[in-house]
């Protein structure tokens, strides 16, 4: 009996078409799995809009804006600030960044501030909502309206309904001693209208022209009044 080993290529070819026959089936059983795992599964809901089901229809929403009721009929899906300025003519809100960044929407909700871009209309039905049409007195200006005057806290004036309308709950929440991130003391219920408080109170509201000086000197002119 010989002890010689057979030639190389006596087996060769059958290996290799073994294992060429291994890597394909094993490719052609990875992308059935990949095409079965993205199938639906069987017996799974439609979606809504697959199975045709009718969208929402707009309910009827009654707002109270600046001390007036008004009735808007509207989608569920309508910003506060889409509803003051598409539906109830309130344009002096202004749209600025859309996602609650800049403050250019702000507005007061039941005397606390709002960014109007971050919240449904459908959500304030019964709230007192006030606009920066509603902070004047009739036909007078209000003191920190006059003080933004008096003290070119604007330039281009896009940010300042949201500013004024910030600066009137930032006031009002020094008035009530309500601690800031500024506040040496948090326990303390008695707030100093000083520049650094105001400023940490205002800082929700952008300017983009950089008149942030003149408008803390407004707040502050305003707030010893």
Do not use: W
């Amino acid at each position: 009996m010989s002890n010689e080993l057979p030639p190389d290529d006596a087996s060769g070819p059958g290996l290799d078409d073994a294992l060429a026959v291994s890597r394909r089936g094993f490719l052609q059983s990875a992308v059935a799995a990949a095409a079965v795992a993205h199938l639906p599964h069987a017996g799974a809901a439609e979606s809504p809009a697959a199975a045709g089901a009718p969208p929402v229809p707009p309910r009827p929403v009654q707002l109270d804006i600046n001390g007036k009721r008004h009735a808007l009929t509207l989608e569920l899906r309508v910003s506060l600030l889409d509803a003051l300025r598409e539906y109830a003519g309130m344009t002096g809100t202004k749209k600025g960044c859309d996602r609650g960044q800049c403050g250019a929407c702000t507005v007061l909700v039941n005397g606390r501030r709002v960014n109007a871009c971050l919240t449904l209309a459908v959500m304030h039905e019964g709230d007192q909502i006030t606009t920066i049409e509603g902070i004047a007195q009739g036909e007078q200006l209000a003191p920190i309206q006059a003080a933004f005057l008096e003290h070119d806290a604007f330039q281009c004036g896009y940010c300042t309904p949201g500013q004024i309308c910030s600066a009137v709950a930032c006031m009002d929440e020094m008035r009530a001693g309500t601690a800031s991130a500024a506040s040496p003391d948090v326990r303390m219920k008695v707030v100093r209208f000083g520049d650094e408080e105001i400023r940490e109170r205002m800082s929700g509201n952008l300017c983009r022209c950089g008149a942030y000086n003149n408008i803390v000197a407004a707040v502050r002119a305003t707030a010893k009044v």
